[in-house]
């Protein structure tokens, strides 16, 4: 290459003249330089792989494109509860109040019973929170077996439930929520005291932590003496 760019200083000085052959030869009084071969002159496949840049500490480091934090689904009623170890898939609906002879309000779960257009359904309170929102989650379900009815009540398996165990809730607004079960316990319910309603309060009331909790009847069939809650974080 350099002998190219001596050639090149020297044109002024240079004249051109064509051999048979058809290659050319530069001139002058006092030089006669062939020119090179195209066979001489190096390929791009023949030049060595300049491995400089690859060498060098590239001191740049690019910024990584954070990670969009995904927007939490707003809280909103549950409409359906799936309990995969008990064989639970059922919809949930509003548990209405009604005041009774005595001035009570109670909670209509009449209105949960199965017809015979559909299974029974489970129930959560007026007053529970809902998934998402935090609080206490209320669901409540009829325990009957085979033998009163022609079927089964939703939460008739809910004391085989273990420590662990999954729950599946879906919201009106479309979330999904999964807890898992933490304790299963049975509270007398026999006598209705003002100590006896303050355990079950203990449940059923508000709580800091959103939870789930899920009552039915237990105790002897028929007679259902206390209340089985299971609660799920």
């Known amino acids: 290459m350099l002998l190219w760019a001596a050639l090149v200083t020297l044109k002024p000085f240079l004249i051109s003249s064509q051999l048979g052959s058809g290659n050319y030869l530069l001139t002058s009084n006092k030089i006669s330089l062939p020119l090179p071969q195209l066979s001489s002159i190096r390929t791009p496949e023949a030049t060595p792989e300049d491995v400089f840049f690859s060498l060098v500490h590239n001191p740049y480091t690019p910024t990584p494109t954070p990670t969009p934090t995904p927007t939490p689904i707003p809280a909103g009623p549950v409409i359906r509860v799936v309990i995969p170890s008990i064989d639970v898939d059922r919809a949930v609906v509003p548990l ?89 316990v049975q509270v007398p319910y026999l006598y209705k005291t003002a100590a006896e309603l303050n355990k079950h309060l203990n449940y059923l009331g508000p709580t800091h932590d959103e939870r789930v909790t899920m009552v039915t009847c237990g105790g002897p069939f028929g007679v259902w003496s206390a209340r089985i809650y299971v609660v799920a974080k």
């Open 96 to 184: 209405r109040q009604y005041r009774d002879s005595t001035g009570q309000i109670q909670y209509d779960t009449n209105s949960l019973f199965a017809t015979s257009s559909r299974l029974d359904l489970v129930g959560q309170t007026l007053t529970s929170g809902d998934p998402g929102g935090g609080g206490n989650i209320v669901l409540v379900g009829h325990n009957y077996n085979r033998g009163w009815y022609a079927w089964e009540g939703v939460f008739v398996s809910l004391d085989d439930l273990k420590p662990g165990d999954k729950i599946v809730l879906y919201t009106e607004n479309g979330g999904k929520f999964k807890y898992y079960v933490k304790k299963v």
